[in-house]
């Protein structure tokens, strides 16, 4: 039984991590969340162990029947029922799952977990400033209460007069009005030498909790009244999102629903490693876990050699700056 | 020995009237009188034990001890007598409590003499640790169990429980039970050969299999405080109602409330699922043989189920009746699903309702589930439900095929292209 407990036991260690699923719509995290909970502790049953077995007097009638010694002890080995899995229950109740930034039941996507000490590698992922790619799919015509189709129509518009240049346009305003937030939000003065540096690698941000910031904004498809935009951010929610689309169908004089909206990226993972619904199993949980640990390691070795490199080539102290884009573009 | 009697009888007298003042002070007077007496008659008794030599010293020691206790007592009641001198001024309450208080060891002292034990004066057969035993002996000594009074798990009794022990074997999941408000002090109650086997022998009768023992109770554990005449007419009636013996078994193994419940109560559901849906009394019987836990839960939500297929779905009376015969579970299914469900299927995937009514088994899938082989039928244009139509693909296959063959047969693609376009929903 020891052996067996030991070897459940590194099972679920060696499920230390974090991992991404692709949450589909309509669904609540926290279903998804609990689901590979119940599934992660159902594919770490350990077979049955033997029982321990405990040493008990029993009082037994004599073989030879004589009157005289009528009854004698015995010891014997019973079963300690008290171990008995029926008894004890399953061994672990619980596996510490965490669910990385959340998605809400209308939006689908990739919804990063964490699974034991994981949840400490997903604070630091989310203090890290993580940018996040959603797909937003739009359609002019009409303004909803909650800002999705299904919601209640509160105006209709027509939408002839918009062409991929006038949205373009509104995209590019957004844009430009959302990096002086990222200035605005990095709480360094603008007049620093400490400023231009973190601007000129690219670092300038908020640090920690700020108001929905787009970085990226991009038409990615357009055939009125269906668009779809690609959207990169941070710290936003999927209801701000569908939000920024009813705006962008107001500034173009028209009015605009945001259909559906999907994450593609969350941080480092992407829909590529996203476990779809029939995969929430143990076992594809613990290989993923170990997959994005080995890419990982491999990037952090990658990025080693790069650093070196531009080590190397920092020391011919006249070209600063392109030693930083290279930087720049390696991470 | 009479005059010993007399002065517990007092001594109990003196105990219960401790509370009224005047009482203490006739019972000190007493005790003050009979203590010059007793030590006389001990004397004559000791000549009288001595010359019969009825007795052992050890009679004699537990005398003296005795009369250690009442002297011990008369001397208390003499302090508090003073005491109570001290305080016959102020006479308040508190000196009476106080005067209580000081009683209150030598009344422990009283209750032992109380004992019948005691006052036995033959009790002193009490043998030295060191003394050896025989094992016969030894087997009849009963060790005090371990036992704790209360418990939060079952778990401790487990070893000495002869019910619970038995229980584990037949497979019942004490870890659920004992999470049941009361179950865990019920079973503990239990004894196994009157009040378990029989019924366990019972249910083997009526054709349970062994193997289903421990899934009916770990279900329903009252099952075995049920009364076995009652639940032999029960098992009767529903043979009177023409299921056969193996159904029986069978129903009862699936839902094991199913003989809880009083035959005015099963009679009563059975004739509301025949009347309500309008079935001949066989396709009842298949009906409830299928699905035995229409017997045992709400009619409640069955009423709704049934008027939400009418009213919210929209069903013709025949085919409510044709799909719950096919598929039972309509009746229990959460109502919201069943909306949702139907919603997709009769207003995006544009399927009619002869045809839902046709495969009824669609109702009883997972919304997901259609919905992504839907929209990836759709995506490859091969979405056609409709049977007169060429390409045509039946929904109960649609449904009812796994993610392979549903992929090779039905959509003519991989596996991977439809986990792939799982992830662009």
């Known amino acids: 039984m020891a052996m067996t407990a030991v070897k459940d036991f590194h099972k679920l260690r060696r499920l230390h991590g974090l991992f991404c699923v692709y949450k589909p719509l309509g669904v609540h995290w926290k279903l ?8 992660l502790l159902k594919g770490n049953v350990a077979p049955p162990p033997a029982l321990p077995h405990k040493v008990r007097f029993l009082a037994e009638p004599s073989p030879t029947g004589e009157a005289g010694a009528a009854a004698s002890l015995s010891a014997a080995p019973v079963p300690a029922l008290s171990h008995h899995p029926l008894v004890t229950g399953p061994e672990f109740q619980h596996i510490r799952v965490g669910v990385g930034h959340r998605l809400d039941a209308a939006s689908s996507g990739v919804l990063v977990l964490a699974v034991g000490n994981g949840n400490k590698a997903l604070d630091d992922l989310y203090k890290t400033r993580v940018t996040r790619d959603y797909m937003l799919e739009c359609e002019f015509g009409m303004a909803t209460k909650d800002f999705s189709h299904t919601g209640r ?4 518009s027509t939408y002839g007069h918009i062409t991929l240049d006038k949205l373009e346009r509104v995209l590019a305003m957004l844009e430009g009005a959302n990096q002086k937030a990222t200035r605005m939000f990095s709480n360094v003065d603008m007049s620093s030498q400490e400023a231009y540096e973190l601007a000129v690698q690219g670092l300038l941000g908020p640090d920690g909790k700020s108001a929905p910031i787009l970085t990226g904004l991009r038409c990615v498809h357009f055939q009125p009244p269906s668009f779809t935009l690609e959207v990169q951010c941070l710290n936003e929610t999927q209801k701000y999102l569908r939000k920024v689309v009813h705006e962008i169908g107001l500034e173009l004089r028209s009015t605009a629903v945001c259909k559906n909206v999907r994450r593609t990226r969350d941080g480092l993972f992407t829909s590529r490693q996203a476990l779809t619904r029939n995969q929430w199993s143990a076992a594809d949980v613990m290989q993923a876990v170990q997959q994005h640990r080995y890419t990982k390691k491999t990037e952090k070795t990658v990025r080693k050699r790069s650093e070196e490199s531009s080590a190397a080539t920092r020391q011919s102290k006249a070209d600063v700056m392109s030693s930083h884009r290279g930087k720049e573009h390696g991470s | ?4 009697s007399a002065c517990g009888q007092l001594c109990m007298r003196c105990r219960g009237s401790l509370s009224s003042k005047t009482a203490v002070w006739r019972c000190y007077s007493h005790v003050r009188h009979l203590i010059p007496r007793t030590r006389q008659l001990l004397k004559s008794f000791d000549g009288l034990f001595i010359t019969k030599r009825l007795a052992s010293t050890q009679t004699g020691l537990s005398w003296k001890q005795q009369m250690c206790c009442y002297s011990d007592l008369a001397e208390k009641h003499l302090t508090a007598d003073a005491k109570d001198n001290k305080h016959t001024k102020e006479l308040t309450k508190t000196s009476i409590t106080q005067i209580t208080n000081t009683l209150m060891p030598s009344t422990d002292v009283l209750s032992m003499t109380e004992h019948p034990a005691f006052l036995d004066l033959d009790d002193a057969a009490e043998s030295s640790a ?14 005090p169990s371990s036992l704790p009074p209360t418990s939060t798990s079952l778990r401790d009794y487990v070893e000495k429980s002869e019910t619970l022990s038995k229980l584990v074997e037949l497979g019942v999941n004490l870890w659920k039970l004992e999470q049941r408000p009361n179950v865990g002090s019920m079973l503990l109650r239990l004894d196994f050969k009157t009040d378990v086997a029989p019924r366990l022998m019972f249910l083997k009768e009526i054709g349970v299999k062994d193997s289903c023992f421990g899934y009916i109770i770990t279900h329903n554990p009252f099952v075995l405080c049920e009364n076995i ?3 032999q007419d029960r098992v009767t009636y529903l043979k009177s109602r023409k299921f056969s013996s193996e159904t029986v078994a069978s129903m009862v193994s699936r839902a094991p409330y199913l003989l809880n419940f009083n035959v005015k109560r099963l009679d009563n559901r059975l004739g509301f699922y025949q009347q309500q849906l309008q079935l001949s009394a066989s396709n009842t019987r298949n009906l409830v043989a299928r699905l035995p836990k229409l017997l045992c839960v709400s009619l409640e939500p069955v009423k709704e189920n049934l008027k939400v297929c009418e009213i919210e779905l929209g069903f013709k009376q025949n085919e409510i009746q044709h799909i719950v015969v096919a598929v039972p579970k309509v009746l229990t299914a959460n109502k919201r699903k069943l909306t949702q469900i139907f919603d997709f299927l009769h207003n995006t995937m544009k399927v009619p309702h002869y045809l839902i009514a046709k495969f009824p088994q669609v109702l009883n899938t997972k919304y997901l589930r259609v919905r992504e082989r839907h929209l990836f039928l759709e995506y490859l244009q091969k979405a056609q439900y409709d049977p007169t139509l060429p390409n045509y693909i039946s929904l109960d296959r649609m449904v009812s095929l796994p993610d392979e063959a549903f992929c090779t047969e039905l ?6 292209d439809f986990y792939l376009f799982q992830k662009t929903l």
Request: glycine residues 0%; hydrophobic residues 45%; aromatic residues 0%.
């Open chain 1, 32 to 39: 998804v969340r609990d689901t590979i909970e119940t599934n």
């Open chain 1, 153 to 156: 129509v509160v105006e209709k």
């Open chain 2, 1 to 4: 020995m009479a005059m010993a």
């Open chain 2, 130 to 143: 060191l003394e050896e035993i025989c094992d016969e002996e030894a087997i009849s000594i009963s060790v």
């Open chain 2, 229 to 231: 005449e009652n639940l």
């Open chain 2, 411 to 416: 959509a003519l693609s991989t596996v991977e």
